[in-house]
């Protein structure tokens, strides 16, 4: 019977090594293709004025492909959407964690994890058909359509995972470090702020590490709101996304303009990644 255990605890150590590894490879198959896909268009229209260029005119006679707007759009909306969404986000983890009665949790936590199950398309319609408007009217704009707008879309579509991690970060805090803050005469708000976020903070870093990829990778919803135009990033002006920058144009193109898309992919893939190791140096750090 030992030895039977044994040798099943050895073949699953194996199937979740294989699972891990199956993971790491699926990761670099991506990157390789589009780095292949990718490079040699940055090569051709060169580094400098495809990174750094602020026009894109990938259909004209003369094209031109600058992503310097694409790239100042997606740090400013997701930024935007991070500012608005990671406060509201912990702060409602907070309430669900430490201070919610019972029935009320059980009646916003499901509501929460509904948040995350809707698609994409429905945020954008909801923002076009609600949203837009919207602002059209408070701000007296010729369109709704603009940066502002997929910040506010992008913020609700980020909190399903800010708060689901966040309040598992925060409920796994031992009640042994709370109940010592309330025992040296702590109140309760002190506690939480004081005590129970710093004990969880890389679980809710790992929550905004999480929001930020969606926010960066969104493509559907904010092609509905921000009004698709290679314009520079401003509050109230009609921008693309590097996301939507690929998948408005990828269907009928072809040549150096299909290249300079998988280009754009390209930086977006560096994009994460630079994001991403930023924020675990910054975790170790603090750790260290």
């Known amino acids: 019977m030992k030895k039977l255990q044994k040798t099943w605890e050895i073949i699953m150590q194996k199937i979740f090594f294989l699972c891990g590894m199956a993971a790491i490879v699926i990761v670099l198959l ?22 750094f260029g602020t026009v894109w005119e990938s259909t004209s006679a003369n094209p031109k492909f600058g992503i310097l707007p694409f790239i100042l759009t997606s740090i400013w909306g997701t930024i935007g959407a991070l500012i608005i969404g990671v406060p509201i986000g912990i702060l ?29 398309v429905i945020y954008g319609l909801t923002g076009m058909m609600v949203l837009v408007p919207f602002l059209m009217q408070v701000f007296g704009l010729k369109s709704g359509t603009c940066l502002l707008a997929a910040m506010l879309v992008l913020s609700m579509m980020v909190l399903p995972t800010i708060i689901s991690v966040s309040e598992t970060a925060l ?15 702590a109140t309760k708000i002190e506690t939480m702020f004081k005590i129970s976020l710093p004990a969880a903070k890389n679980g809710i870093t790992a929550g905004v ?62 994009f994460i990644m630079v994001i991403n190791g930023l924020l675990n140096f910054v975790i170790k750090r603090k750790d260290g």
């Open 92 to 120: 409602t983890a907070l309430f669900l964690s430490k201070m919610a009665p019972r029935r009320i949790s059980g009646i916003i936590r499901p509501m929460v994890e509904l948040l995350a199950a809707i698609p994409s």
């Open 171 to 185: 409920n796994a805090v031992p009640q042994e470090y709370e109940q010592a803050s309330l025992a040296l005469g």
């Open 30 to 51: 991506i990157a390789g293709y589009v780095t292949v896909a990718g490079l040699p268009a940055i090569l051709e229209i060169g580094p400098i004025e495809f990174l």
């Open 209 to 270: 590490v999480l929001g930020i990829g969606r926010a960066v990778g969104e493509t559907m919803a904010v092609m509905m709101v921000a009004g698709n135009v290679a314009n520079m990033p401003g509050l109230f002006k009609s921008v693309t996304f590097l996301t939507t920058a690929v998948a408005k144009e990828m269907s009928y193109a072809s040549g150096l303009q299909r290249g300079a898309l998988f280009s754009i992919a390209l930086v977006l893939l560096c």
